[in-house]
């Protein structure tokens, strides 16, 4: 990484705390306990993000069979894993104070756990082989594996589970939302966490690339 984009980055992250802890106004029922909703919220935002580049290089794979997509497939999925991974940790943190439990099975939380546990097999399915019809097969899976994100975003909305509706309406027919300096954080957090994913991808896609390129030649010697 440049000094410009680590410095970016360091920014980013200063302003993203300082937004979440110090700038945002306190929540009056869970008081400060309700500021890890935008490290929560802006970790789901970045996995998204990276379940997506998975997506969508899975697609340009198919297509072109070009090793750089494959491994910013891989890549991406990885990154997307980690942040997914926080987004559970920091949501059973905030469930037991508030909720009583660390973990109930109601749709949001179900169906994010699923979107994790069909990643991980999506990371094991590349690690087994890396012929060409195995990273054939592991990109439909990724494909796949992102059509079940909208569940995960409407389940709150449509099966009415525990989570609150942040932006729209609640079960009632209230309308939700929350005030402009949280609004403010949320989006310094949420920009400083796509900035750490875009320069986590790009530094795992050069190892994989790397990687791959000295397999290549490994096998062109040894033949």
Known sequence: MRRLEVGALVVALFLAWYGSFLYAPTERIMGHLQRIFYVHLSLWGAALLAF????????????????????????????????????LLTGAVWAKPTWGVWWTWEPQLTSTLLTQLVYLGYLVLRAVSEADRARRFAAVVGILAFLNLPLVFLS????????????????????????????????????????????????????????????????????
Not at 53 to 77: C, H, K, N
Not at 184 to 194: D, E, G, R
């Open 52 to 87: 997506f580049v998975t997506f969508g290089a899975g697609i340009q794979y198919l297509r072109a069979r070009e090793a750089y997509w494959d491994e910013l497939a891989g890549a991406s999925a990885e990154i997307g894993v980690l942040f997914n991974g926080l987004v």
């Open 156 to 223: 709150v909305r449509l099966l009415r589970g525990v989570h609150p509706v942040v932006f729209g309406q609640d079960p009632a027919g209230r309308p939700t939302g929350l005030e402009p300096a949280m609004v403010h954080a949320l989006a310094m957090t949420l920009f400083a966490f796509v900035l750490l994913y875009s320069a986590l991808v790009r530094l795992r896609l050069r190892v994989g690339l790397l990687d791959g390129a000295a397999r290549r030649l490994r096998i062109e010697l040894s033949g």
